[in-house]
């Protein structure tokens, strides 16, 4: 069984990250959604409910796991017996930390490979930043990211909104 791990914060999952699980199902009996925790890393979601959401997100699919990890990328490939690692790519700047990764993770360990899938054109310019952004301007995000994502940032930005209202 060929497993890869698809790995990421996911602060939240967009369209996006949704086109690359879907375009990578095709090349794996298997797919890992492994959600980064990294505590230098400030995240507007925390853990638990970027898994939960990832979960309802993956409902239909019976070929996708979601996990946590910490610490090394490859040990937790290694740990869950996954061949390859999936990253999505989409314009020229996600080009040098992904080659730095690639390279740091080939040096750890050489027997895992990572595999790139450039950006679907209709998601080139999404991202979990600006879609958090425009959630917090109150623009429209239903074409950017799942049903499921979308409610939650609204509950989010509402609630924080009305806090400030009261202030
Ligand atoms: P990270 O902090 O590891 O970059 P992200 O959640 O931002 O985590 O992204 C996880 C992976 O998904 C990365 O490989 C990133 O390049 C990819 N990705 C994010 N948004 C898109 C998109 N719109 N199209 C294709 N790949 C994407």
């Known amino acids: 069984m060929k497993i890869a791990v698809y790995p990421g914060s996911f602060d939240p999952f967009t369209n996006g990250h949704l086109d690359i699980l879907d375009r990578s199902l095709k090349m794996f ?3 890992i959604v492994a959600v980064l925790i990294n505590p230098t890393k400030t995240c507007l979601f925390p853990s638990s409910k970027r898994i939960e959401m990832i979960n309802m997100v993956a409902e239909g699919y ?12 490859v040990d937790f490939c290694k740990k869950v017996g996954a061949c390859s690692v999936i990253r999505g790519l989409r ?9 730095q990764l690639v390279n740091i993770n080939k040096q750890l360990a050489p027997e895992i490979e990572t595999v790139f899938l450039m950006s679907s054109v209709h998601c080139a310019f999404l991202s979990s930043s600006i879609v958090k952004e425009v959630a917090r301007c109150g623009g429209k995000i239903d074409q950017m ?3 499921v994502v979308a409610s939650e940032l609204e509950k989010h930005f509402n609630t924080t909104w009305k806090i400030k209202g009261k202030e």
């Open 29 to 31: 009996d298997q797919i």
């Open 62 to 73: 019976k070929n996708v796991k979601v996990a946590q990890f910490d610490g090394l990328m």
């Open 91 to 99: 314009a020229v700047s996600d080009y040098e930390y992904e080659l």
């Open 145 to 147: 990211v799942p049903a």
